[in-house]
């Protein structure tokens, strides 16, 4: 029963991919949109393959900034929710600065921090995927360790259990499925937030910067090569952060 459900989450999406693939291809040519307008399927598949070394190299560098500030950004949210957890006052001051430097839009944050390093650093991009990553984590994390059972805790406080020991056997394990399902929405926003962080400036060799200059030279078909080359990276840092959540509960159930 489980192969068979295996089975069907997988064929189910690629059934529904292949159908919006041909679908795409038949709007195309039924109503002769030109290349300018909506580019083809067929079309950028043959761009992918024919630009696959280059759109690698714009893959690796998007890709590098994005799994340094996601390590990052979970790393310092991770740690900034267990301090927010045990003195509960600076929850109230941190919550709404991290709110407010979230709502603040990428290009703002970016060009300022462009104009403090260097064209060539890398620094301003894996910034704000940081900050983007931190936020999520930090708002995630921080509800699993707080939102425990009272009876629960209260249970472990009736066998004199301390604070640290509370911590250890009963919110982190509350705050590990937050922690999981916090990286599933970092991990593909980290991609996104890398990318698009390209377009206001730095240097012009990621995945941002290669889409902007093939739609600003009418190469639509490369420029969604490119976003074809984004799609998958997001896809395999969701994929891996879905990989780690099985093998912790595997390991949790041992």
Do not use: H
Request: charge should be positive; aromatic fraction near 12%.
């Amino acid at each position: 029963m489980k192969t068979l459900d295996r089975i069907k989450s997988i064929t189910t999406p690629f059934v529904f991919g292949v159908a919006f693939i041909a679908l795409w291809e038949g709007a195309v040519k039924g109503f002769d949109l030109k290349p300018y307008f909506l580019a083809a399927p067929s079309k950028i598949i043959e761009q992918f393959f024919n630009n696959t070394a280059r759109i690698w190299e714009a893959t690796a560098v998007s890709g590098g900034n994005a799994l340094v500030g996601l390590i990052v950004g979970t790393i310092l949210g991770i740690a900034m929710s267990f301090i927010l957890s045990r003195f509960r006052f600076l929850s109230q001051l941190v919550t709404p600065l991290a709110i407010s430097l979230n709502a603040i839009p990428i290009f703002v944050l970016v060009a300022v921090l462009n104009n403090m390093y260097s064209i060539t650093s890398e620094i301003p991009r894996r910034f704000m995927v940081t900050l983007v990553v931190y936020f999520v984590v930090l708002v995630n994390v921080a509800r699993g360790l707080t939102q425990v059972s009272s009876i629960q805790v209260e249970l472990m406080r009736s066998y004199a259990a301390s604070e640290f020991a509370i911590l250890r056997k009963v919110r982190v394990p509350n705050a590990v499925p937050y922690l999981f399902t916090a990286l599933k929405v970092a991990a593909p926003a980290s991609v996104i937030t890398a990318f698009v962080s390209e377009y206001f400036g730095g240097l012009q060799n990621g995945l941002g910067s290669r889409i902007t200059s093939n739609i600003a030279n009418s190469k639509n078909a490369a420029a969604w090569a490119y976003v074809l080359g984004a799609c998958l990276l997001g896809l395999a840092f969701y994929t891996v952060s879905i990989i780690l959540e099985n093998l912790t509960r595997r390991g949790q159930s041992k």
